[in-house]
């Protein structure tokens, strides 16, 4: 199961990913495995050198009863003190945003990957949608030739 931001490619130029673990509770690494989660309009921070997601929704388990979780909580995430402090000097110096690209599983613990990515303005958003119409209109007039 794999739930993607399908948003930040439209919305941000990513400059660089890694990969990082997320500290869940029961109930929420369950609810993810249904794919019931939702990383559409969250964001990473950096407090007291630890990295936090925040916004991201993950719904509450239907089985889960008096040990659910709360459906918004900050949630920590797990990378290595040299990639924290890199990304810190991104968001810093370069007004940088840390966004969550995608969750998936990996060996059957959750996993998610983060991109450090700069904002797109309007108008490179109309550049991007028109260089995506011109390469699905060529792919299209390939197909019909052959």
């Known amino acids: 199961m794999e739930i993607l931001n399908r948003k930040a490619k439209h919305d941000y130029f990513i400059e660089e990913t890694y990969e990082a673990g997320i500290e869940l509770t029961g109930t929420e690494i369950k609810s993810i495995r249904d794919g019931s989660a939702n990383i559409k309009d969250s964001y990473g921070i950096i407090k007291n050198d630890e990295v936090f997601l925040l916004n991201m929704f993950i719904s509450q388990y239907k089985e889960g009863n008096i040990f659910n979780h709360n459906e918004t909580r900050t949630r920590k995430l797990l990378l290595h003190k040299k990639e924290i402090k890199k990304i810190k000097d991104k968001l810093e110096l370069q007004g940088l945003t ?3 690209l995608k ?3 990996k060996k059957n613990i959750a996993k998610v990957e983060l991109g450090v990515c700069r904002g797109k303005k309007n108008y490179d958003k109309r550049e991007t949608i ?3 119409d011109i390469k699905r209109n060529v792919e299209k007039t390939l197909k019909q030739r052959y």
């Open 130 to 132: 028109k260089e995506r």
């Open 103 to 105: 969750i998936y599983f």
């Open 98 to 100: 840390l966004i969550p």
